[in-house]
């Protein structure tokens, strides 16, 4: 169910006061406990209608949940009290597709024609895998969870195109059903694996040689599992090579006012009336 | 998953060709059995922006499938040789919000500028309640399913704007858990009820005259229940007064080449290597 209901937005609210004042600047995970987290894409109007179009068409790995006001560096329906020139730790600001910035702030780089995309994030799914009891090896490890450029191509819209970039989560086979079952209840956080098992058919060599994020290690027994990865949009970005694009940081995410539960399409649904 | 297989689509295809040489020209409810049916809105593409935030904000009733590239009249990702000017079998033209045409072939209204839009559709949500052994009181009836404008008010892009519109099931309140679970399955063809019971809690004064469609009758100790309906998006481009709208007529819809089950989210689950 995606109805809203009154409920305690203070951490959310709090983390990203935090950000805004400069007093956390580093990666997003375990802030605001609870609260979903999104990928940002910030483009000049000419190129939204595209992208949206590269978004719908490639719903795995590029999950939209809110598209801001042409000019208003608000996310409405995502937090309403928000400020995405200043609410995320640490930015990456790219010209014709070259990183040229990692500011902690974009307001001197905010423009008028500025379009911003909310994308849905793994750490959604990410805790209800923990709250499932599967448990995540890059998090025992202490590590980022590893990222692959496969050879599957996304299909294009304009100047956005490229292959899908999956994340990897080793698991035993086992756990293979349950994690997958647990993550379909997401879809606008990716949704269940692409593929399990032998990474060859994705076009992977190394396991151990991750395109992005860092390897972790695979116990005896245990198979790779693999999820469409917001990096894909990303990747799409920079080969458009826009004149000016603005996205986070890997893992300095925006924080919501959304519970992670707002996306579960498992949540509980109306009761009947009377209490029976 | 979403993961495309060879398939089988002949059925949608001779529909399809079936409706494009006026062979068949009246409602879609039971052809190509097993495909998904889209719902088609065509504007012009200074609107298509903040239609598709419309969209994006608003996923329970407008759920996007996909998005044509500007002129171009295929939906290249539901059904690679279809042409939306002809493969639905009624559309409604409307000039400045007021319908002027209802025809059966939309060449002559077709612009360069046009970008077209396919939403989820509730035919597969009921397809996969009848298998799941929900009886449907519609259906039982010969009626259409009646629908209703709400209070809820939509989250509001550009000139798009407008309450959200349900459509109503009655069902014994043992079969809404199960209702509930199986439609939530389905978050691109709306997703589980919004709403169980009394019908004033969204406002409406009448069950026996609904907006749109056709009255049911609810047997004793039935429950109505609601779901987010496709409608909605056809009143808020209404209310937007494009100069030019194409929408399809009530129940022609456009049939895709992907199966129903491409949008359950709870479809089969990579499986561990090895056969175990």
Chains 1, 2 share one sequence.
Not at 22 to 46: D, K
Not at 153 to 159: E, K, L, N, Q, Y
Request: glycine share 8%; charged share 15%.
């Amino acid at each position: 169910m995606r109805t809203a209901a009154a409920r305690d937005v203070t951490a959310a609210v709090r983390a990203r006061a935090d950000i805004r004042a400069g007093r956390h600047t580093g990666p997003t995970s375990g802030l605001a406990p609870g609260f979903a987290q999104a990928n940002l894409v910030v483009l000049p109007e000419a190129y939204a209608l595209d992208f949206l179009r590269f978004c719908v068409r490639n719903p795995g790995p590029c999950p939209l949940l809110d598209v801001s006001g042409t000019g208003n560096p608000c996310p409405e329906t995502l937090a309403a009290a928000a400020d995405l020139r200043s609410d995320v730790p640490r930015y990456r600001v790219f010209a014709d597709g070259r990183c040229i910035d990692e500011p902690t702030d974009v307001h001197r780089y905010w423009r008028a024609d500025l379009v911003a995309f909310l994308l849905g994030c793994s750490f959604t799914f990410e805790w209800a895998l923990a709250a499932a009891g599967v448990p995540l090896a890059h998090q025992r490890q202490h590590t980022n969870v590893p990222m692959y450029v496969t050879d599957r191509p996304c299909v294009p819209a304009g100047p956005f195109h490229g292959a899908m970039v999956v994340s990897m989560r080793p698991m035993p086979p086992a756990d293979l059903a349950r994690a997958a079952r647990v993550t379909a209840r997401f879809p606008a956080m990716h949704g269940a694996p692409v593929h399990a098992g032998d990474p060859a058919a994705l076009g992977i060599a190394d396991l151990a040689s991750p395109d992005f994020g860092d390897p972790v290690s695979i116990a005896d027994g245990e198979i790779p599992v693999f999820w469409a990865c917001g990096v894909t949009p990303q990747m799409a970005v920079q080969r458009a090579r826009p004149p000016v694009a603005i996205v986070h940081a890997p893992g300095h995410m925006f924080i919501t006012d959304l519970p992670h539960e707002h996306y579960d399409t498992a949540a509980p649904a109306p009761r009947p009336p009377g209490g029976s």
